[in-house]
């Protein structure tokens, strides 16, 4: 017979040190809350995103565009509208950057890497598509270069496939901006008077309120929800 189990003898805690990549999370993580960052949201109607994908998916082409590719097209379309979003901040003032180089978090296994799409205004949605998967294979695997995750302007964040309905993401600094990406789901809403139904999904971004004020984020947030509602890749 099995001697009993001594409840009252609690279990050994882990420690897991802040050290490697985790403690490189936990820095950059850290001087990101520091900053006066303020939150916003908007609903997005996917429709036209979600019959973009299956057009491309019925018609059999190799490489697929995805949500993903969407939202980061829209993302440097309007960052290209509004550039003072496409900034840095440095010692003693904002850097505003010429080009956009979007980061995109892609979870590993020990944890959160940020690699880097450079020069992406100039990519169609099936360019960005097929950097996208190449490049969250390389980090899962562990193979990009140092220079892969430098540089980024703007970061994208997407929890859509984990099912969750909204979240606000920490900023990546230097960078002023993230936008949070959450699931597509169908709910109701009002469209021209009317109660409608649609795949909705919302877009939380997160701005630092030392380098751009609420109005201009704003109407940078409202440019990257029209665009994702028009999905035209131009």
Same mark, same amino acid.
């Given at each position: 017979?099995?001697?009993?189990? %001594?409840?009252?003898?609690?279990?050994?805690?882990?420690?897991?040190?802040?050290?490697?990549?985790?403690?490189?999370?936990?820095?950059?993580?850290?001087?990101?809350?520091?900053?006066?960052? @303020?939150?916003?949201?908007?609903?997005? %109607?996917?429709?036209?995103?979600?019959?973009?994908?299956?057009?491309?998916?019925?018609?059999? %082409?190799?490489?697929?565009?995805?949500?993903?590719?969407?939202?980061?097209?829209?993302?440097?379309?309007?960052?290209?509208?509004?550039?003072?979003?496409?900034?840095?901040?440095?010692?003693?003032?904002?850097?505003?950057?010429?080009?956009?180089?979007?980061?995109?978090?892609?979870?590993?296994?020990?944890?959160?890497? @940020?690699?880097?799409?450079?020069?992406?205004?100039?990519?169609?949605?099936?360019?960005?598509?097929?950097? @996208?998967?190449?490049?969250?294979?390389?980090?899962?695997?562990?193979?990009?270069?140092?220079?892969?995750?430098?540089?980024?302007?703007?970061?994208?964040?997407?929890?859509?496939?984990?099912?969750?309905?909204?979240?606000?993401?920490?900023?990546?600094?230097?960078?002023?901006?993230?936008?949070?990406?959450?699931? @597509?789901?169908?709910?109701?809403?009002?469209?021209?008077?009317?109660?409608?139904?649609?795949?909705?999904?919302?877009?939380?971004?997160?701005?630092?309120?030392?380098?751009? %004020?609420?109005?201009?984020?704003?109407?940078?947030?409202?440019?990257?929800?029209?665009?994702?509602?028009?999905?035209?890749?131009?």
């Amino acid at each position: 017979m099995n001697p009993a189990v %001594d409840l009252a003898q609690p279990s050994t805690p882990v420690l897991l040190p802040l050290k490697g990549l985790r403690g490189a999370i936990a820095r950059n993580m850290s001087a990101g809350w520091q900053a006066p960052r @303020v939150a916003m949201a908007a609903e997005v %109607d996917m429709t036209r995103c979600l019959e973009q994908v299956a057009g491309h998916v019925m018609s059999g %082409d190799a490489a697929k565009p995805t949500v993903t590719a969407w939202v980061l097209r829209a993302v440097a379309q309007a960052l290209r509208q509004h550039p003072a979003m496409n900034a840095l901040m440095r010692e003693g003032g904002i850097e505003r950057v010429s080009s956009v180089h979007l980061g995109l978090a892609v979870a590993i296994h020990e944890g959160l890497s @940020v690699p880097v799409i450079r020069d992406a205004e100039g990519k169609s949605v099936m360019e960005l598509a097929s950097e @996208v998967r190449a490049m969250a294979a390389g980090a899962k695997a562990g193979i990009l270069p140092p220079r892969a995750y430098q540089g980024g302007t703007f970061t994208v964040t997407n929890l859509g496939m984990t099912g969750i309905d909204w979240f606000t993401p920490i900023l990546n600094p230097p960078q002023i901006g993230i936008i949070g990406v959450s699931r @597509v789901a169908k709910r109701p809403f009002v469209r021209d008077g009317q109660l409608a139904v649609a795949p909705m999904t919302t877009l939380t971004l997160v701005f630092d309120h030392r380098a751009v %004020d609420g109005y201009p984020a704003a109407q940078f947030l409202a440019s990257v929800r029209e665009r994702l509602e028009s999905a035209e890749d131009q």
